[in-house]
C-alpha cells in the first residue's frame, strides 16, 4: 500500500519552493523522492544542493534550517513517510553528474 505522501506532490513541492526561496543563496535545489527505506518503511529522500561557500562555510547553521523548514511546512506522519535529508555542494553535484540531483 503506497503511503499518502504520493499524491500530495504539489504541497510537497510548495513547500520545498519556500524552502528554497526562504534559504537562497546557500540553497540551490531540492529534489525528492518517494520510496521505501532500508527496513521496509515509506520515507521521503530530501537531495539538497548547496552553494559551495555554504557547503564549506555554514554547514551547521544550513542543514538545520533545511530540515526544520521542510519539517514545519510538511506533515510526515500524516504523509506517512519518513523523511531523509541529503546534501550536496555543486561541486560535489558537478563532479558526480547525478541525474536525479539535476
Known amino acids: 500500500m503506497l503511503p499518502p ?3 500530495k506532490d504539489s504541497e510537497i513541492q510548495a ?3 519556500e524552502v528554497e526561496r526562504d534559504l537562497a543563496p546557500d540553497v540551490v535545489r531540492i529534489r525528492y523522492g518517494i520510496a521505501e ?3 521496509g518503511e515509506w520515507a521521503i529522500f530530501f537531495r539538497i544542493v548547496l552553494t559551495d561557500e555554504a557547503a564549506r562555510h555554514r554547514l551547521r547553521e544550513v542543514v538545520p534550517k533545511v530540515s526544520s523548514g521542510l519539517s ?3 506533515d510526515y506522519p500524516v504523509m506517512g513517510v519518513f523523511p531523509y535529508h541529503n546534501f550536496r555542494s555543486v561541486s560535489e553535484q558537478e563532479a558526480l553528474q547525478e541525474p536525479a540531483w539535476a
Open 5 to 7: 505522501a504520493v499524491s
Open 15 to 17: 513547500a520545498i519552493d
Open 37 to 39: 527505506d532500508w527496513s
Open 72 to 74: 514545519r511546512r510538511l
